[in-house]
């Protein structure tokens, strides 16, 4: 299983959310009333969630876990409110019956959550973040840029090697429950009683509110529908992922402002076998129309992947740009451009070729409100 990472400020945030079950961002809403970049970025991450991914919190240096999504009513994430999607100013007594999280006007910051238990439990006992990088070096990637960042998803090596970690460091607390955050069931039943329809999270009002005629005025409201897209349509045109992560840190060791960060990366189990991984995905989105420029990016991208997940194996990686359109440089020169030479085995070593680069257009469809896609062949 993948894992979330949440930063919160102080160990009472900690203490209130455990006990709730519920963790939600706090996002201002902008004055203008329009969704910025980093609001539809953060429904991109919530889209990408999944029940039975791992839970933990980070706070001053210290990780504490463990816990799990779980769906309560309908899914495991949610609005906290009907059309909190929609980025208006609300009325708290008005609204505040139908809210999930409604202790205060402070909640109506809250538009999306998710839903977790202790699995087996949270501890009290944190671990310093040095000694998590330490305990398994090769293991941590997106860890080491947790800095400054709301949150994090983190694949299933690194979740693993968190999980265990944290698991072995409390091993005598497992079934003590003095050393165990505690847990009420209040927010989870309400939850239940609060749900329908309403509160289904997805991207539809982000890309109507983001769509101009059949095109998408942000780049990071097509990164969360394709999102929601791939989860939905595993035989789609872009095939079934497993795993998928919005904004992953390309180049992790640059200073944070400076970090290179493709749109979307993903991996995809072998059926049956979800310890295995059979293959990794590589996306690079433009709104407008891509240029040669786009494809040596989205290679620098399918480079590092290689470097760090499948080692030495490009053909283990699908690779795709999602745009407007396409200037016809790039597709007369993908194949050229986007080519790797690479060799496996010593007994004979066997020459390989790589050229799984793909590109595909998107339009917004006004009528369903939703983007559709196909390929340049």
């Known amino acids: ?81 009907p059309k909190a999607d929609i980025p208006i100013v609300n009325d708290y007594k008005n609204l505040q019956d139908k809210m999930i999280l409604n202790s205060s006007e402070e909640n109506l910051k809250n538009r999306f959550l998710c839903t977790f238990i202790g699995a087996p439990a949270f501890f009290k006992e944190g671990i310093d973040m040095d000694d998590v990088l330490e305990s398994n070096p090769n293991a941590f990637k997106m860890l080491r840029v947790l800095w400054k960042l709301s949150f994090i998803k983190i694949d299933d090596i690194e979740n693993k090697a968190l999980f265990d970690m944290i698991l072995k460091s409390n091993e005598k607390y497992i079934n003590n429950h003095l050393f165990h955050f505690n847990f009420s069931s209040n ?49 789609g045109i872009f095939g079934r992922w497993d795993y998928l992560s919005h904004q992953v840190v390309a180049s992790p060791f640059k200073p944070v402002d400076y970090m290179d960060k493709m749109d979307v990366f993903g991996y995809r189990f ?31 991208y399918v480079d590092w992947v290689n470097r760090e997940y499948s080692y030495g194996d490009y053909n283990m990686i699908e690779a795709f740009i999602v745009a407007k359109d396409f200037e016809m440089e790039v597709i007369e020169l993908k194949d050229s451009i986007a080519k790797r030479n690479f060799t496996q085995g010593r007994r004979p070593p066997i020459s390989h070729e790589w050229s799984n680069l793909r590109l595909i257009k998107y339009s917004y469809n006004i009528d369903s409100q939703q983007l559709e896609f196909e390929e340049v062949i």
């Open 1 to 81: 299983m993948a894992g979330y990472i949440f930063t919160l400020n102080n160990i009472d945030s900690l203490n209130k959310i455990i006990e709730d079950g519920i963790y939600s961002t706090n996002l201002n809403i902008p004055k203008n009333n329009t969704w910025k970049p980093h609001h539809e970025g953060t429904l991109a991450d919530y889209l990408s969630m999944t029940e039975g991914d791992n839970v933990y919190f980070f706070i001053k240096r210290k990780i504490y876990g463990i816990g799990k999504l779980i769906t309560i009513a309908g899914d495991c994430k949610l609005l906290n409110f």
């Open 187 to 235: 927010m989870h039943n309400r939850v239940k009683q609060l749900y329908n329809e309403e509160y289904t999270l997805n991207s539809k009002n982000t890309l109507i509110l983001a769509a101009q005629n059949n095109e998408i005025k942000h780049e990071m409201a097509i990164e969360a529908s394709l999102i929601d897209y791939i989860k939905k349509n595993s035989s």
């Open 270 to 300: 072998i059926e049956g076998y979800k310890s295995t991984i059979s293959k990794y995905l590589v996306v690079e989105i433009k709104k407008d129309v891509a240029n040669v420029d786009v494809v040596n990016q989205v290679m620098k």
